[in-house]
């Protein structure tokens, strides 16, 4: 999955746990898989500023 899949999924799942009478069941299954996706997105944020960081200190 990529950060722009993980991200859409995310703006899902908030979308989601906005609703009313959402069963805790499913909030606590939609709030592991948010935090899952949160972690996908951290590390594909990280990846690309240490890509950019790289290419300030080399100029490729």
Do not use: H, Q, W
């Not at 959402?22 to 606590?28: F, G, I, Q, R, S």
């Not at 899952?36 to 594909?44: A, N, P, Q």
Request: glycine share 4%; charged share 35%; aromatic share 4%.
């Amino acid at each position: 999955m990529n950060f722009e899949e993980a991200y859409s999924r995310l703006s899902e799942i908030s979308t989601l746990m906005e609703k009313d009478g959402l069963p805790l069941d499913e909030a606590v299954n939609l709030y592991s898989e948010a935090a899952k996706l949160v972690e996908i997105c951290k590390k594909d944020i990280e990846s690309a500023k240490l890509k950019i960081e790289k290419i300030e200190n080399t100029g490729k």
